[in-house]
């Protein structure tokens, strides 16, 4: 049952990724996708690793938008940078501590992070995260754990 569902979700992406239709491509992307379900066969992935997604779509739906206006807003910053006579940045790498419990909220949390413009994640550990920011403040930190919060409320109470 999860090979025909990772084969839906898998011709899905190739879909809308790649937007072509044409029948070679079309059969290029369904050879693709049976060579990737084959190797997750052979290493047994499929059979022990459970799909588990402890997420609140409705917190997730809320959370999306707060990102997405963070994102707006490092955006500006990183315009303002850019576009100054005399860049002045304050380079740095900290750690952040990492607050979701499940991997998959850890997984959204490093993502987040560097999606948000000026910031990337470059290391993940147990319990912290490594982070490039292009523009050290004093209220970075604190708005990385505020994110590193809102994900974990995404996350449901089971988890």
């Not at 809308?16 to 047994?44: C, D, P, Q, T």
Request: proline share 3%.
């Amino acid at each position: 049952m999860k090979s025909v569902v990772l084969l839906l979700i898998f011709s899905l992406i190739w879909i809308l990724l790649s937007g072509y239709f044409e029948l070679l491509l079309l059969g290029f992307g369904a050879v693709s996708i049976l060579f990737v379900l084959f190797i997750l066969k052979r290493m047994r992935v499929l059979d022990q690793t459970p799909i588990e997604f402890k997420i609140n779509p409705f917190k997730l739906t809320v959370y999306f938008f707060w990102l997405l206006i963070e994102v707006i807003k490092a955006n500006i910053v990183v315009c303002k940078i850019i576009l100054s006579p005399k860049i002045k940045v304050n380079q740095n790498m900290i750690d952040v501590s990492l607050e979701p419990n499940t991997e998959v909220g850890q997984v959204m949390f490093a993502n987040s992070i560097t999606l948000t413009p000026g910031t990337v994640t470059v290391d993940t550990g147990l319990k912290s995260l490594v982070v490039h920011s292009l523009d050290l403040q004093r209220e970075t930190l604190g708005e990385l754990e505020k994110m590193g919060q809102y994900v974990r409320l995404c996350e449901t109470k089971d988890s």
